[in-house]
């Protein structure tokens, strides 16, 4: 699955990117929610379902539709082998874009000059050297590293819950942390500083060459939340490396510059070292554009998201949990205890499955006085005081 995902102006161009194959693998997630509203009759509320076309195979079988629950085994076997087999690259450790040439009909609208960000580049110098101007080495992956490539295919679980696939595919998330891949004050970085493509000049709007744009950003978060929760221990990311992200993301979000707007902010593309959103100052630089604010509340962040399924740890119970009765677990990603990364959160509330369900975490025990450590409410009544911290699993009694 190849082209056009959105993210023009990439340093790894068009071609066969990890966005658009995990989506294939995890576009069964809506299918899935729907026929499980339909079948369960329950509110989810803000706690996402795992995204899994294996699960929607389980569920055509429970529906008694062998055919179809063989048609989606097969589906999520081919796209997983084509993120798997031709998007990883051993060199990088990540998964990257393989260049492929675009359809007919996409290569006529360029021809006929009605869409010019294939082969290419929006707005780009003809005499650029990064990209090239003439696109990528064709059918090669491309030798740059591209948030999209982490945050994809862990957003979907597109990658096996295996030991062995956890150790070698997860390698990318230590990207986050280094200066001179993603990691930044601000957000990070769409593309690794370290390339010589990262923020190549060009006179678009929009670019996905290096700064950070919240969409993305909230992709890598629930890549971060999927990791942490639905695979085998691995070495390359914790709950601290979650903390950081969150943190600078709230930073982006309540103290970010925006030309002519006080904070809160929330607008397309921020610069990951200077902390002021780039598409807005290009548009207020030209005083009569009739768009100048059209990043204003760009909000399509899943910030809530974060914070109840991350932070908070709000998730639904595995399956195997399931068959035992449970109705959801707590898992706060609250960071390294002994760095203070978190002290005290409060969710109360919060609507799963019809019960309301309430979370308090409090290091010292000190702020709500409630003790120390994660103490859960259920339906207005306290269900258990956790101390130390660890992941807890609600069975009702």
């Known amino acids: 699955a190849c082209h056009a995902d959105g993210e023009e102006n990439s340093c790894g161009l068009d071609g066969c990117r990890p966005t658009i194959n995990a989506i294939m693998y995890g576009e069964a997630s809506v299918r899935l929610c729907l026929l499980l509203l339909l079948i369960q009759s329950t509110a989810i509320g803000s706690v996402a379902v795992k995204p899994d076309f294996k699960a929607l195979a389980s569920m055509a079988r429970l529906l008694a539709n062998e055919t179809q629950a063989l048609r989606f085994d097969e589906e999520a076997a081919k796209w997983q082998q084509v993120i798997l087999q031709q998007l990883w690259s051993d060199e990088l450790q990540f998964f990257v874009t393989k260049t492929v040439n675009p359809p007919r009909s996409l290569h006529e609208e360029l021809v006929a000059g009605r869409l010019v960000t294939y082969f290419g580049c929006l707005a780009c110098d003809p005499k650029r050297t990064c990209p090239p101007p003439r696109g990528w080495p064709h059918n090669k992956q491309v030798t740059v590293r591209e948030l999209m490539g982490l945050s994809s295919p862990w957003y979907f679980n597109a990658v096996p819950a295996t030991p062995e696939a956890a150790q070698k595919y997860a390698a990318g998330f230590a990207q986050l942390r280094d200066a001179e891949g993603f990691g930044a004050e601000w957000g990070p970085r769409t593309c690794e500083r370290r390339h010589a493509c990262y923020n190549f000049s060009n006179n678009a709007q929009c670019n996905w060459n290096g ?67 780039i598409t807005r100052r290009k548009l207020f630089a030209n005083a009569g554009d009739p768009l100048k604010n059209r990043g204003e509340h760009y909000f399509h962040s899943s910030y809530c998201d974060l914070v109840l399924a991350g932070l908070v740890g709000m ?12 109705l959801f677990v707590v898992n706060p990603l609250v960071g390294d205890l002994q760095a203070a990364a978190v002290e005290w959160f409060a969710a109360t509330d919060i609507m799963f499955h019809g019960h309301q369900v309430s979370v308090v975490y409090d290091r010292d025990g000190e702020h709500y006085q409630e003790g120390r450590g994660l103490h859960v409410w259920v339906n207005n009544r306290k269900v258990v005081t956790v101390s130390p911290l660890k992941r807890f699993v609600y069975i009702p009694s």
């Open 315 to 326: 998730q639904a119970p595995t399956d195997g949990e399931r068959a035992k009765g449970a």
């Open 211 to 277: 700064g950070s744009w919240p969409f993305e950003t909230s992709k890598v978060g629930t890549a971060l939340i999927n990791l942490l929760n639905n695979y085998p221990p691995q070495p390359h990311a914790d709950a601290a490396d979650f903390v950081r992200l969150l943190a600078g993301y709230a930073r982006a979000h309540t103290r970010s510059n925006a030309v002519e707007s006080a904070p809160p902010h929330i607008d397309e593309d921020i610069h990951p070292d200077d902390g002021y959103w």
